[in-house]
């Protein structure tokens, strides 16, 4: 009989242990079920953003002619008239090189005053991992088979940056109480 005992008081703990393990099972499958559901729910949150993503209004650059004080010749310089804490400031661009220009030139060609400019943030890694956010400034421009065209901008000077950067938050921020 003492066998038979044995075999009882050890059918009980394996059973025991056989409803630990599939309560065990089954939290983990409640976990998994959860975090299944998390992510779903992180990815309609991701959507639900792109969203509502702050549409701001176009902001166009202009070219203006002015004479070089130094050789008297007349050149084109482009710029964005921007609010800069409530008077207007004027952003001054550049091409990115020398030819630049003259596809600027053609963009303008044509009778046209104004042309779209269009930003992004972009970010870049170094091999450490540091990450370096910069904007990209391009204008933009239909030709008649519309066809769109893209050249890329800088900023002339530092403080033409700085003050870009800050037309732009002023742009999302107002475009943000607009919607609220």
């Known amino acids: 009989m003492a066998k038979n005992e044995m075999s009882v008081v050890e ?12 309560e065990s099972v089954s939290q983990i499958m ?21 969203e509502k993503k702050i549409e701001i ?25 921007a609010v800069f804490r409530g008077s207007i400031s004027e952003v001054h661009f550049k091409a990115s090189d020398r030819s630049g220009y003259e596809a600027l030139e053609k963009l303008f060609s044509d009778g046209v005053k104004k042309v779209e400019l269009q930003f992004r943030e972009e970010r870049q890694t170094d091999d450490y991992g540091g990450v370096r956010k910069y904007m990209v400034y391009e204008v933009v421009a239909k030709d008649e088979t519309g066809f769109e065209w893209r050249f890329p901008l800088k900023t002339q000077r530092q403080s033409d940056k700085a003050v870009m950067e800050n037309y732009i938050r002023l742009l999302r921020f107002e475009a943000e109480k607009a919607r609220a």
């Open 57 to 81: 209004p176009k902001i166009y650059v202009v070219r203006r002619r002015y004479t070089n004080k130094s050789d008297g010749k007349q050149y084109w310089e482009y710029i964005l008239p």
């Open 30 to 50: 409640k976990a998994i079920e959860a975090t299944e559901a998390l992510a779903a729910m992180d990815g309609t949150e991701n959507a639900a953003d792109e």
């Open 11 to 22: 059918e009980a703990k394996a059973e025991q242990n056989a409803s630990v393990q599939t």
